[in-house]
């Protein structure tokens, strides 16, 4: 079985701050992990994917994310908030094989102007 | 845009009534997928199309029915459906099914039944 865990419902940052929203994971074998953003009134939007390779991913928008084996972790960052980054975060995981892409319960991101 | 359409964005209907939500794609990809989206719950998969065959159906009722005529559209057809069926639903698609390849949604389609 694959799920995703996104323990926050809710992150509160203040425009200039930094910004990690926290994703969990737990899959059989090695893991694909991507991040989806979800404006109001739009459908998820792809943001970044660790598949393997370098540890550290770069996307759009200036977020990035780090892939942590050992904490089954894949938080995503971003080092200077902006009022427009406010939005639904999802984070999913899929394993080799696995036809499913499982999704987290998401995370609302608020910036706080 | 994402280069995938749904239509309509929004649709109302009755318990009796039977409609069809359409979804397009203009990526090439090869996979298409259905999933539902309820307040507060995660993403939940109903089906999937590769190459135009379903490879998964995630013990949808059957008052839900897919159709994919080819590569670039996909149909979800509703009939008889039940309040608790109310929910936005997404269409996405991925250069095929394998895992590492991101997919590509759509904005929804928001189905209210009365």
């Known amino acids: 079985a694959q799920s995703v865990a996104q323990p926050e419902d809710q992150v509160n940052v203040a425009e200039g701050n930094p910004l990690t929203v926290k994703c969990t994971y737990s899959v059989s074998g090695n893991p694909y992990l991507f991040w989806y953003v979800q404006y109001p009134n739009r459908g998820l939007q792809f943001l970044l994917k660790y598949i393997t390779g370098d540890n550290l991913v770069k996307g759009s928008y200036g977020f990035e994310a780090e892939f942590n084996k050992s904490q089954t972790s894949f938080h995503l960052k971003k080092p200077s908030a902006l009022v427009s980054d406010s939005a639904l975060y999802f984070c999913a995981v899929r394993s080799y094989g696995n036809n499913r892409l499982a999704f987290g319960k998401g995370n609302q991101v608020v910036v706080i102007p | 845009e994402t280069g995938v359409t749904q239509t309509p964005r929004h649709l109302v209907m009755g318990m009796t009534n039977k409609k069809s939500l359409k979804c397009e794609q203009h990526l090439g990809h090869n996979a298409m997928y259905w999933y539902k989206q309820s307040a507060k719950k995660p993403l939940e998969l109903m089906f999937v199309?590769?190459?135009?065959?379903?490879?998964e159906n995630n013990s949808v009722p059957s008052r839900f029915s897919p159709e994919c005529p080819n590569s670039s559209h996909l149909f979800l057809h509703l009939h008889t459906l039940q309040p608790e069926d109310s929910a936005l639903y997404l269409c996405?698609?991925?250069?095929?099914?394998?895992?590492?390849?991101?997919?590509?949604f759509g904005p929804g389609t928001r189905l209210t039944v009365t």
């Open positions: 996405a698609s991925s250069q095929d099914q394998a895992g590492f390849y991101e997919q590509y």
């Open positions: 199309y590769n190459f135009k065959e379903q490879t």
